[in-house]
C-alpha cells in the first residue's frame, strides 16, 4: 500500500502487482483509494471508510 499525504506535492506513483496473475478466466483490476486523518501520529479511518473510493480499471 502507498501511503501520500493531501498537500499539492507532486509524486510520481508506480502501480505494479505482487505477483502474476493466473488463471483462465476474467481478470478484473480495481484500484482502492481509503482516506484516513492522521491524530497524534495515528491514521484513522475517515468516517469508518464510508468515503473511501473503489474504482475497476480493467477486465482482461
Partial sequence: MTNLPIDNTIVMVTFTPSAVPIGADAQ??????????????????LNKGAYNALQLLKVL
Fill in 28 to 45: 478484473c483490476y480495481f484500484l482502492r483509494v481509503p482516506f484516513h486523518q492522521e491524530v497524534n501520529g495515528i491514521q484513522y479511518p
